[in-house]
């Protein structure tokens, strides 16, 4: 099959661990459009809104060199940042609700420039704005995502891929996040990936390193997922395995039942929404940029 990216179906971890989590709520984050605009929509909230300010701090210096990534201070940068996503267009109900969370990611950042580890150390940037690769070609499947951090490790000429955890829980055993990300750090860029690690900034000052996956066994997991939502997509089958809806998709049904509040539009033309009370929301929920 010819390759062509515009009728690929497209997957990255946060689509595939929808799909994972419900093929609905896949559905209403990843394929329905609002009917009065044409966007896809998101439902915000304030987890989601302190990662992302915490993740443009750490990807505005990734493009910096060493010497002079620290000569402003970090907390300039992420009071910049949370200007982005104060108030409601954020998912803060509430100031009080707000000033805690910011005082969270202020702790975060305070906790990077006190021990940047890595950070001071020479990166890799890929040169695309969203790294992707054909997963396949037979199948139509493309694997996208952005890396957090990779850290340049001369002594090997290879990479460390670093992932910033700004949730409270630990990544799952089980996820597919490290495998993707090897798959594309493998694909996108010429230096072997030597090594992987989570960084939890809520509570440890290190890295916690991670098994690196094997990359034939993490492309098989990936692939075989990524086909089942190509099918569904192809059969337009996309139903909650719960005959009342789940915490996945029940937020999105909300929306598209006129009980949330319209509060803007993102950078990548998404229409933003909030539930003034969502009972299923995840605290653990985070951005891959």
Same mark, same amino acid.
């Given at each position: 099959m010819a390759q062509d990216k515009f009728t690929a179906v497209w997957v990255s971890h946060t689509s595939i661990s929808?799909?994972?989590?419900? =093929?609905?709520a896949y559905y209403l984050r990843n394929v329905y459009r609002n009917p009065k605009t044409g966007n896809k929509i998101k439902l915000i909230n304030p987890s989601l809104s302190l990662g992302q300010a915490v993740h443009e701090v750490v990807e505005s210096l990734s493009v910096l060199p060493t010497d002079t990534r620290f000569s402003q201070p970090l907390s300039l940068r992420f009071d910049a940042a949370w200007a982005r996503i104060s108030g409601r267009k954020g998912g803060f109900t509430s100031k009080s609700q707000e000033v805690q969370y910011k005082e969270r990611g202020r702790l975060m950042i305070s906790r990077i420039a006190k021990n940047p580890g890595p950070l001071k150390n020479l990166a890799v940037k890929i040169k695309m704005?969203?790294?992707?690769?054909?997963?396949?070609?037979? !199948? !139509?499947?493309? @694997?996208? *995502? #952005?890396i957090d951090?990779?850290?340049?490790? =001369? /002594?090997?000429? *290879?990479? $460390?891929?670093?992932?910033?955890?700004? *949730? #409270? *829980? #630990? /990544? #799952?055993?089980?996820?597919l996040q490290l495998p993707i990300y090897h798959l594309l750090? $493998?694909?996108?860029?010429?230096?072997?990936v030597h090594k992987a690690s989570y960084w939890y900034l809520e509570h440890s000052d290190t @890295?916690? /390193?991670?098994p690196l996956p094997k990359l034939e066994k993490a492309r098989e997991k990936v692939l075989k997922i990524a086909k089942q939502i190509r099918l569904a997509r192809l059969l337009e089958r996309f139903k909650c395995p719960h005959a009342d809806g789940c915490f996945a998709c029940l937020p999105y049904e909300a929306i598209i039942r006129g009980e949330a509040e319209f509060v803007g539009v993102n950078e990548i033309k998404q229409?933003?929404?909030i539930l003034e009370k969502s009972t299923h929301t995840r605290e653990d929920e985070s951005v891959i940029l």
């Open positions: 929808d799909f994972l989590a419900c =093929p609905r704005d969203l790294p992707y690769f054909w997963l396949s070609e037979e !199948n !139509n499947i493309i @694997l996208c *995502g #952005k951090w990779l850290e340049y490790l =001369p /002594e090997v000429d *290879g990479v $460390h891929i670093i992932d910033f955890k700004t *949730g #409270k *829980g #630990k /990544e #799952k055993e089980e996820s750090v $493998h694909h996108c860029q010429k230096r072997h @890295l916690a /390193e991670k229409d933003l929404f």
